[in-house]
């Protein structure tokens, strides 16, 4: 059995909050970041920020506390936290030695210009070209963008169809998602099974945040030859719609602007907008399980079909219609591949049919508790890596490194009578020292 690994996907704050505070600076010099990062921010931290926009004198931090009751105190320490973290307000001492709070200079001043207008262009619309022969309509590039999406889930789940650039199957590979051997097509790892059941916002950040660690620099004082690259692979995400490589202007679709509008996964709108936020739009209410593990699948998209047949047995395929069948087997391989049950639970609950979001609760309970009995089976042994210590010539020997391992926190596990035990990786050299110190004594 193999150690699973989680797939830790980072949101907009947590990737900014591991920048440096001067890139963080440069970054909020533009006032089309700022507004990202606003839009972004939780509620009660959204007024925070509108509250003190337009003071120039820090304000107490005893003040600040007096804005929320006493049982929202937690949220004003997450708001506080996330304020920091960003670098969207600095502390200030004030006269009399109190704390005050102060927005940072530059974020305030381009959020300013971001809200009521003023400051340079953010982009070129283009007027300069003339009128668009071939302009497209929202619901145009909605289809562009679900379509350029939905290749690069296809060629994650091995359809034979999907091509992708060799950039975004080096990328792929990079973010650990897929996995290429010598002289064979990449193949999907226990991270890309996770993956594919993100909603498309998280899948979107993932991808582009992997993709700027993995990326240079780009200039932001025109289209240089780096930013033209930028500009095609965000094409092939689906991002902005180019009709052709060298056209000399682009449109960008409702996914970017997915990225930049502060919707969150589980927010309403995808009801009325022309592209959800859940992979293959068009099919977010489309399953309906039973109480004898049968799950009925109203689709024809063949990546939503390859979702399901992720964790389940295919039985039968219609045109409109398949079902499959929920076993032990299947949830377990889903489960060795890297997939939780609560991520298992999740997809179908986010995608029931309309039909099934009437009952309360939606999943059968049936289903949901095997599915977590399920992988607790297997995952009744924890694995915990650790250096093993043995052949102590002495009991002695044994319970003086023993304590020393105790006293750090870094034993795992011991067996006196056979004079054995293990440390965590990160506690043995500190360990290894002690006891070389110990021998050299005696």
């Given at each position: 059995?193999k150690?699973?690994?989680?797939?830790?996907?980072?949101?907009?704050?947590?990737?900014?909050?591991?920048?440096?505070p001067?890139v963080?600076?440069?970054?909020?010099?533009?006032?089309a970041?700022?507004?990202?990062v606003?839009?972004?921010?939780?509620?009660?931290a959204?007024?925070?920020v509108m509250?003190?926009?337009?003071l120039?004198?820090?304000?107490?931090?005893?003040?600040?506390?007096?804005?929320?009751?006493k049982?929202?105190?937690?949220?004003?320490?997450?708001?506080?936290?996330?304020?920091?973290?960003?670098r969207?307000?600095?502390?200030q001492?004030?006269?009399?030695?109190?704390?005050?709070n102060?927005?940072?200079?530059v974020?305030?001043d381009?959020?300013?210009?971001?809200?009521l207008?003023?400051?340079?262009?953010?982009a070129?619309?283009?007027?300069s070209?003339?009128?668009d022969?071939?302009?497209?309509?929202?619901?145009s590039?909605d289809?562009?963008?679900?379509e350029?999406?939905e290749?690069?889930l296809?060629?994650m789940?091995?359809?034979?169809?999907?091509?992708?650039?060799?950039?975004l199957?080096q990328?792929?590979?990079?973010?650990?998602l897929?996995?290429?051997?010598?002289g064979?097509?990449p193949c999907?790892t226990?991270?890309g099974f996770q993956?594919?059941?993100?909603?498309?916002?998280?899948q979107?950040w993932?991808?582009?945040l992997?993709?700027?660690n993995t990326?240079?620099?780009?200039?932001v004082e025109?289209?240089?030859?780096?930013?033209?690259?930028?500009l095609?692979?965000?094409?092939?995400f689906?991002?902005?719609?180019?009709?052709?490589?060298k056209s000399?202007?682009y449109?960008p679709?409702?996914l970017?602007?997915?990225?930049s509008?502060?919707?969150s996964?589980?927010?309403?709108s995808?009801a009325?907008?022309?592209?959800?936020?859940?992979?293959?739009?068009?099919d977010s209410?489309?399953i309906?399980?039973?109480t004898?593990?049968?799950?009925y699948?109203?689709?024809?998209?063949?990546l939503?079909?390859a979702l399901?047949?992720?964790?389940?047995?295919?039985?039968?395929?219609?045109?409109?219609?398949?079902v499959?069948?929920?076993?032990?087997e299947?949830?377990?391989?889903?489960?060795?591949?890297?997939?939780?049950?609560?991520?298992i639970?999740h997809?179908?609950?986010?995608r029931?049919?309309?039909?099934?979001?009437?009952?309360?609760?939606?999943?059968?309970?049936?289903i949901?508790?095997q599915i977590?009995?399920w992988?607790l089976?297997?995952?009744r042994?924890?694995f915990?890596?650790?250096?093993l210590?043995?052949?102590?010539?002495?009991?002695?020997?044994?319970e003086?490194?023993?304590?020393r391992?105790?006293?750090?926190?870094?034993?795992v596990?011991?067996?006196?009578?056979h004079?054995?035990?293990?440390?965590?990786?990160h506690g043995?050299?500190?360990?290894?020292?002690f006891?070389?110190?110990?021998?050299?004594h005696?």
């Open positions: 059995m150690l699973r690994v989680q797939l830790q996907c980072k949101n907009l704050h947590e990737y900014l909050k591991e920048l440096s001067d963080l600076d440069r970054l909020y010099n533009h006032p970041t700022c507004l990202a606003y839009r972004e921010l939780p509620a009660l959204k007024n925070y509250r003190m926009l337009f120039d004198q820090p304000l107490p931090q005893a003040a600040v506390a007096l804005w929320v009751k049982d929202g105190q937690k949220d004003h320490d997450e708001c506080v936290s996330v304020l920091s973290g960003l969207l307000w600095h502390t001492h004030l006269q009399g030695g109190l704390q005050g102060v927005l940072n200079p974020f305030k381009n959020l300013k210009v971001a809200l207008g003023g400051g340079k262009a953010w070129d619309e283009g007027s070209l003339g009128p022969r071939h302009a497209r309509d929202v619901e590039l289809r562009y963008a679900t350029r999406w290749v690069i296809h060629f789940v091995g359809s034979p169809s999907a091509a992708v650039s060799q950039d199957a990328l792929l590979t990079q973010a650990g897929m996995k290429s051997e010598a064979e097509a999907i226990s991270s993956f594919l059941l993100l909603d498309t916002a998280s979107l993932y991808l582009t992997q993709y700027l990326a240079q620099d780009y200039s025109g289209m240089s030859e780096s930013l033209l690259t930028f095609q692979h965000l094409r092939e689906g991002l902005v719609f180019q009709r052709k490589r000399r202007r449109y679709t409702r970017a602007i997915t990225l509008a502060g919707v996964t589980n927010s309403s995808t009325t907008s022309g592209i959800g936020l859940t992979p293959g739009t068009g209410g489309f309906v399980v039973e004898n593990y049968r799950i699948a109203y689709t024809n998209s063949e939503q079909i399901v047949a992720l964790f389940s047995e295919m039985l039968y395929r219609f045109p409109d219609v398949v499959a069948q929920v076993t032990r299947s949830v377990q391989q889903a489960i060795a591949n890297g997939i939780t049950a609560q991520q639970i997809f179908l609950r986010t029931a049919h309309p039909i099934m979001l009437k009952q309360t609760p939606v999943l059968p309970p049936t949901t508790d977590r009995l992988e089976e297997r995952d042994l924890q915990t890596e650790g250096v210590y043995n052949q102590f010539l002495s009991q002695a020997d044994f003086v490194l023993r304590d391992a105790q006293g750090l926190g870094v034993l596990w011991q067996n006196p009578a004079r054995v035990m293990v440390v965590t990786p043995h050299s500190e360990v290894k020292r006891w070389k110190r110990q021998k050299s005696t």
